[in-house]
């Protein structure tokens, strides 16, 4: 009798899990590791509907930038196969497709397609693999404060660097701080430097990842922000903000999350126009910091993952995010006449991601910029001459680059 009990369990037991509105995938868990904040809450927010739909669990890790990147790549290294989905930095892609990181998404169905604004898009794909996914729109914007401008004859923006100088020149004169900038780390100095440079047709390292800062581009731009920054002084992320909003500060490069458009109501932004005055060329100037995501090659459910994946790219998902301060580089969501009703800053952001540029590809960027930064320092702070230190960085990156 108790024979017969226990093979009847044993069969019930295996029915149960052959049965369900799952089907094979009734019951299983999949777990992400996410970066902390909006970023994480977007993704949240879409996860319901999907684990109805799949019978699926997901369990979410929301962890700070550097954890997260540790934890991921760490995993990989080891081989446990912990998470299904996570979202990666443009500054860690090359060392995680080297490293053997992430999994071909394009194998599991899924696909860049010609709603995404193709420039967000073009560090998702290395040597003909597509790793990644542009989920989340971070990218630089020039910041100003709009009585201020007003006041000065800027109120419909700035078509130049040009006239970003006469308005923070004119700030200074009445007494105000012209241009802001963020002095308080290797990678803020070189990044808000970044559009400048862009601007007088100037990069950090050329088409083969050779540095590129001992050149007549980067010396004309750094020469350009070194005047710019007089008009100003350097300062913290949340006292830039309080500052802008106070009108004691003019204008700053910054990032539209940075802060609460309904309560900061003296703070504007446009794009950056990519060029020194009108007679110059224009050159993609807005830097992204945009987040994406991959499936990790050691994922244990890399099928279901990929379903996941191609559900939170979908556009009519994506439109349901922004109510949780998603920002999609789709063109159907950002140009949805409903959605830019409720965020007109919305039509900014899409020209600021269709003319915006990846930070360099390359494992050695935390490195490069660490040496880059450390000299701009030294070059801003008048302990080196310009022309002085542009050399000895330009020595120093090469031999970065060679080493690595």
């Known amino acids: 009798m108790k024979k017969r009990i226990l093979a009847f369990a044993m069969i019930l037991c295996m029915l149960l899990s052959l049965c ?11 777990v992400l ?29 929301e962890l700070s930038e550097n954890d997260l990147h540790s934890y991921v790549l760490n995993d990989s290294v080891l081989r446990h196969g912990s998470y299904d989905i996570c979202m990666v930095d443009s500054s860690w892609v090359m060392e995680y497709v080297e490293e053997g990181v992430l999994a071909n998404i394009g194998k599991l169905g899924c696909v860049i397609d010609d709603d995404i604004i193709s420039a967000t898009s073009s560090i998702c794909v290395q040597n003909g693999i ?39 020149k004119e700030a200074k004169a009445h007494g105000k701080n012209g241009f802001i900038y963020r002095g308080d780390t290797e990678n803020n100095i070189v990044v808000d430097f970044l559009p400048i440079l862009r601007a007088f047709g100037g990069w950090v390292v050329d088409e083969n990842n050779n540095p590129t800062v001992h050149t ?62 009108l007679q110059s ?24 993952a990929g379903k996941l994946l191609s559900y939170l790219m979908d556009p009519e998902v994506q439109k349901g995010t922004v109510t949780a301060g998603g920002v999609p580089c789709r063109y159907s969501v950002l140009n949805d006449p409903e959605i830019v009703a409720n965020n007109p800053k919305f039509k900014v952001i899409c020209e600021a991601l269709e003319n915006g540029i990846y930070r360099p590809a390359i494992r050695e960027w935390p490195g490069f910029y660490t040496v880059l930064g450390n000299m701009m320092r030294r070059i801003l702070n008048r302990e080196v001459e ?13 031999e970065l680059m060679k080493s690595n």
């Open 20 to 30: 369900g509105c799952g089907g094979k995938e009734q019951g299983e868990k999949l």
């Open 386 to 398: 310009m022309g002085d230190g542009l050399v000895m960085v330009q020595s120093e990156l090469e």
């Open 33 to 61: 590791a996410l970066r902390a904040g909006v970023y994480s809450d977007v993704i949240k927010k879409c996860l319901p509907d999907f684990e109805q739909k799949y019978g699926v669990t997901c369990e979410i890790y």
């Open 216 to 277: 007549t581009e980067f010396a004309a731009a750094l020469r350009f922000y070194m005047e710019l920054i007089k008009t100003g002084e350097s300062a913290s992320k949340d006292k830039l903000i309080e500052g802008l909003e106070k009108g004691r500060y003019a204008a700053a490069v910054g990032w539209p999350g940075w802060y609460d458009a309904g309560s900061h109501n003296e703070i504007d932004y446009v794009s950056l126009s990519g060029r020194v005055d």
């Open 130 to 168: 597509t790793y990644l996914m542009p989920y989340f729109g971070n990218v630089t914007v020039l910041m100003y404060n709009k009585t201020l401008a007003a006041e000065y004859g800027f109120a419909d923006g700035f078509s130049s660097l040009s006239d970003l100088t006469a308005f923070c």
């Open 281 to 304: 060329p224009v050159y993609n100037s807005n830097i992204y910091g945009i987040w994406t995501l991959g499936i990790p090659q050691n994922s244990k459910n890399k099928e279901l």
